[in-house]
Nanobody, 127 residues
Framework: QVQLVESGGGLVQAGGSLRLSCAAS????????MGWFRQAPGKEREFVAC????????RYADSVKGRFAISRDNAKNTVYLQMNSLKAEDTAVYYC????????????????????WGQGTQVTVSS
């Protein structure tokens, strides 16, 4: 069974940047679509970004498009989320998730497409 561990969260001022990392262990995820989701207090978990197995295809929620960038390093079994121009509304717990092998990114915006989840990392943006 794969374990996903997120890191890099914290407190940042509006307009600042953070880089989240998601390190996987237990098995290689080099063939799996990977995603980031977030959940704010009192709200449902929502899709943020996903990336296909090669890194050649990505997809973003409209709310983060142009500000966030997802990437992966298959040699390190790690996925990243670079978050720039952060806003107060980006405050949430961010979760990394491992999807199925070779899933196209246009299918990978739904939480049901993911089988393994990390414990989450808190991102707080102060205005």
């Amino acid at each position: 069974q794969v374990q996903l561990v997120e890191s890099g969260g914290g407190l940042v001022q509006a307009g600042g940047s953070l880089r989240l990392s998601c390190a996987a262990s237990g098995r290689t995820l080099s063939r799996n679509t990977m995603g980031w989701f977030r959940q704010a207090p009192g709200k449902e978990r929502e899709f943020v970004a996903c990336i296909n197995w090669s890194g050649g295809s990505t997809r973003y929620a409209d709310s983060v498009k142009g500000r966030f960038a997802i990437s992966r390093d298959n040699a390190k079994n790690t996925v990243y989320l670079q978050m720039n121009s952060l806003k107060a509304e980006d405050t949430a717990v961010y979760y990394c998730a491992a999807g199925r092998e070779y899933t196209p990114t246009y299918y990978a915006t739904l939480a049901g497409q993911y089988d393994d989840w990390g414990q989450g990392t808190q991102v707080t943006v102060s205005s």
